[in-house]
């Protein structure tokens, strides 16, 4: 089975982490940031895909390989670009949207999505916090909460049968 494609809004150190952990699950994962020599950290990842864009004029999704079986993970570095990615996501086909970052600085991006013509539902089809609660503290456990969440995204999204006969195999 196919698995679903992960797009990451910046070359962030969570970022890395996440797709470190997703990577291991073999998830197809594309980078997007606009500064090309932080991708050097990702040439280790296996499946990563990283792409210079300039977060202000984003290309259309098509290009960016973005669909309906797509999520994306807006992790900046920095929080630098978040407001216009979070736009520019929110509004894609992509089936999941999740954002990193506090309450103070989610609300506004939230309020610079709102001021750009995003509507309320759009907003409240997102995830920020992204990554599921497990106390993380860091960028490699932050990294291990959002990988879980794009298990669990996937998994709703196309679901499937447990295999049973390998979780007992050696």
């Not at 890395?16 to 594309?30: I, N, V």
């Not at 996501?89 to 506004?108: D, E, F, T, W």
């Not at 990988?147 to 050696?170: G, M």
Request: glycine share 6%; with cysteine; hydrophobic share 40%.
């Amino acid at each position: 089975m196919t698995k679903s494609r992960v797009v990451f809004f910046g070359a962030s150190p969570v970022s890395w982490w996440s797709a470190k952990f997703a990577s291991l699950l073999e998830f197809p994962m594309t980078v997007l940031d606009n500064e090309p020599e932080k991708f050097e950290a990702f040439a280790e990842i296996p499946g990563v895909e990283c792409r210079q864009v300039d977060f202000c004029a984003l290309p259309d999704y098509e290009e960016l390989g973005i669909t309906d079986d797509t999520m994306v993970c807006v992790i900046t570095r920095g929080h630098s670009f978040d407001p216009q990615s979070f736009v520019y996501a929110m509004r894609s086909p992509a089936y999941y949207v999740g954002m990193l970052g506090s309450a103070k600085k989610n609300a506004k991006c939230v309020a610079y999505a709102l001021e750009h013509g995003c509507t309320q539902e759009e907003v409240d089809r997102c995830t920020f916090p992204i990554g599921v609660s497990i106390g993380a503290v860091d960028a490699a456990e932050i990294g291990l909460s959002v990988a879980a969440q794009l298990v669990n995204e996937a998994n709703v999204h196309t679901p499937r049968e447990k295999d049973h006969e390998s979780l007992h195999r050696a």
